[in-house]
């Protein structure tokens, strides 16, 4: 499977944006689909995963509320929708795909995921 992130930029504190994720090839091995984010220094954090086959998702604590997670099965994308973006927020966010049957809720860990795109940068501005 390949992913192909994009959405990300630069926002003020308290404002939105929505990152989106293609998927092509082999997206019918897919079970979940996940997104990960990484600040500079620290290490890869779970921020929100969705099930392919009935849309389940769990989201970090952090992002609880804030975020939200969705999927469009006949582009082969999944979305990430982010409001009241803070500024420790900012990284670069990636989408995970897993081959894998777990649930959303349980945060996986990054190694459960077998396949990720390259990476969008999000900076949030105080």
């Known amino acids: 499977v390949q992913l192909v992130e994009s959405g990300g930029g630069l926002v003020q504190a308290g404002g939105s944006l929505r990152l989106s994720c293609v998927a092509s090839g082999r997206t019918f091995s897919t079970q979940v689909m996940g997104w990960f984010r990484q600040a500079p220094g620290k290490e890869r954090e779970f921020v929100g995963a969705i099930t392919w086959s009935d849309g389940r998702t769990g989201y970090a604590d952090s992002v609880k509320g804030r975020f939200t997670i969705s999927r469009d099965d006949a582009k082969n994308t999944v979305y990430l929708q982010m409001n009241s973006l803070k500024p420790e927020d900012t990284g670069v966010y990636y989408c995970?795909?897993?081959?894998?049957?777990?649930?959303?809720?349980?945060?996986?860990?990054?190694?459960?995921?077998?396949?990720w795109g390259q990476g969008t940068l999000v900076t949030v501005s105080s």
């Open positions: 995970a795909a897993s081959r894998f049957r777990f649930s959303p809720t349980t945060a996986p860990a990054p190694s459960l995921f077998t396949s």
